[in-house]
């Protein structure tokens, strides 16, 4: 069976910037600019593991707290004139004296804070496809450009002057956006550039392309972002059982737009991407992430009683249920549904006051009695079937996260 190549996500951001000033923390739609990629880089089905490279304590801060590992950067490597390679090698490098070796590198920047995950897997998949050694996201371009002699005329560097073409009966053209770079990491430590062996380009939609570079540059990013959510963020208020749903803003998970008294989880393929991996002694462990938990504690923050549900008995589910703080009932075998009920009598909580989140069809009962039943994007059919609202992330890459925000955003 073929290997599945390791893939990490390194995201520098260095703590000194002449133009905005904390330019990487500063906030964008709610959220400090570093957040925005790194979540959407969690949610990719191929990144195994977010870093963040910088000089600076409160960006490493920023970086924890939405998931992402921190890697200490230099001073040296962190001035106007270091290139960020170097930043990329230096990370490698202490990650490797930690016996970590990744195969591939997707090199992101804060800067552009659109790139969504479909970006991301986008470019991944164009390298592996193409089997090329390194790929860079662009945008068409269709515009003449132009050059200035000494004698002050000016010539076409694109075409020629004499002819213009109709866009549609143009050579197409592209223009590098600076979000995304994927790189085998072999080639690109024995390179030391990002341009290296077989090159390819991964296509993003126009309105994605947008880097912060001047102040302005902020309030049009807020504005496209506010905008992006705005279309993405109400999708769940219509019972649209299909993994194309998107996240919502919370206004419709429960009747009147009032928060849960409530909320209830199953565990695997909820927290989990509902994968196990067994090592050779047997030994199983599963993959979380790491953005539930800061989720999780704000929700816990807000009141509202939590608790995991799960059909196995199973000693990860114990471990992360005790790191979250969560009440946690396993081994519930085919009665999940009398636990649903029984949890509820005992906290003298209505069914109709709570959210239940589960994936399959062992949680169609418990999505049917609650007052709203919630499913991640990759859902199985028979929970699909019978959920009120369905994520736009999928179990383990986010779903947890998505729902906190969304009930957070109506519970105040």
Not at 118 to 131: F, G, Q, R, V, Y
Not at 217 to 224: F, K, N, R, S, W
Request: aromatic content about 6%.
């Amino acid at each position: 069976m073929k290997k599945r190549m390791k893939t990490i996500a390194i995201i520098p951001a260095r703590g000194g910037s002449k133009g905005i000033p904390r330019k990487n923390v500063i906030p964008i739609a709610g959220k400090p600019m570093l957040a925005w990629n790194i979540e959407e880089a969690m949610a990719s089905k191929f990144v195994d593991e977010v870093y963040v490279s910088t000089d600076d304590a409160e960006i490493a801060e920023v970086a924890r707290t939405y998931g992402a590992y921190v890697i200490d950067r230099p001073m040296e490597l962190a001035n106007d004139t270091a290139s960020s390679e170097s930043a990329l090698i230096q990370g490698l490098e202490a990650l490797s004296i930690e016996g970590d070796n990744p195969d591939v590198l997707v090199f992101m920047q804060c800067t552009s804070p659109l790139t969504a995950t479909t970006d991301i897997d986008k470019a991944i998949n164009k390298l592996i496809d193409e089997k090329a050694d390194s790929c860079l996201t662009v945008t068409d371009f269709h515009y003449f450009l132009w050059k200035e002699n000494d004698d002050g005329s000016v010539e076409g560097i694109n075409h020629d002057k004499k002819f213009r073409p109709r866009r549609q009966d143009r050579e197409p053209q592209y223009q590098e956006n600076g979000a995304i770079y994927v790189m085998k990491v072999p080639g690109f430590i024995e390179a030391n550039h990002r341009f290296f062996g077989k090159t390819v380009m991964s296509v993003m939609p126009q309105e994605r392309c947008f880097e912060i570079d001047e102040p302005a540059d902020l309030q049009i990013a807020e504005v496209m972002l506010s905008k992006a959510l705005g279309a993405r963020l109400g999708a769940l208020g219509e019972n649209a059982a299909t993994p194309e749903a998107q996240p919502s803003n919370g206004q419709c998970l429960m009747p009147n737009a009032r928060p849960p008294a409530a909320v209830l989880f199953d565990f695997d393929g909820v927290f989990t991407n509902n994968k196990v991996y067994v090592d050779e002694s047997g030994k199983e462990t599963v993959r979380c992430d790491r953005s539930d938990g800061w989720g999780m504690a704000q929700l816990k923050k807000s009141g509202i009683k939590i608790a995991v549900l799960s059909t196995e008995v199973n000693p990860v589910v114990t471990a992360r249920c005790k790191k979250l703080g969560l009440e946690c009932r396993q081994g519930l075998g085919e009665k999940k549904f009398e636990a649903f009920k029984n949890w509820c009598a005992e906290n003298e909580v209505d069914p109709n006051e709570t959210i239940f989140v589960g994936n399959d069809a062992n949680d169609a009962e418990c999505l049917k009695a609650a007052g709203c039943g919630v499913v991640p994007a990759d859902a199985y059919a028979e929970a699909m079937e019978v959920a009120d609202k369905v994520l736009s992330r999928n179990g383990g890459e986010g779903a947890v996260r998505e729902l906190c925000e969304a009930i957070l955003a109506i519970s105040g």
